[in-house]
């Protein structure tokens, strides 16, 4: 069984900056896909899309709205992700949810909240 447990979400003003971890446990493949993803979930039928994403290597992709802002990485050693937001907005604001894919099967966390206001 994974399990993710992500922390550091909480409410911010515009301009600021946050950093949200995500550790993985339980049985995990060194060859693997880490991810942050988000869902506002005040806007109805908003889904949940891509923030940022890192494989095993080091190698990253990002949403559109979040390139140049954010930063994702990675300590393999420690099955753990690191997304740094900075020059937040307030559309930045939802619940932040991280992502493993591993094997074929997607696992994800409990969600945390980022809330961007003044």
């Not at 891509?50 to 990485?73: C, M, N, P």
């Not at 393999?76 to 740094?84: C, D, G, P, S, V």
């Not at 020059?87 to 909240?113: F, H, I, M």
């Amino acid at each position: 069984q994974v399990q993710l447990m992500e922390s550091g979400g909480g409410l911010v003003q515009p301009g600021g900056s946050l950093r949200l971890s995500c550790a993985a446990s339980g049985s995990i493949f060194s060859i693997n896909v880490m991810g942050w993803y988000r869902q506002d979930t005040e806007a109805p039928g908003n889904k949940r899309e891509l923030v940022a994403a890192i494989t095993e290597g080091g190698s990253t992709a990002y949403g559109d709205s979040v390139k140049g802002r954010f930063i994702v990485s990675r300590d393999n050693a420690k099955n753990t992700i690191y997304l740094q937001m900075n020059s937040l907005k307030p559309e930045d604001t939802a619940v932040y949810y991280c992502n493993l894919e591993d094997r074929g099967s997607n696992y994800w966390g409990q969600g945390t909240q980022v809330t961007v206001s003044s």
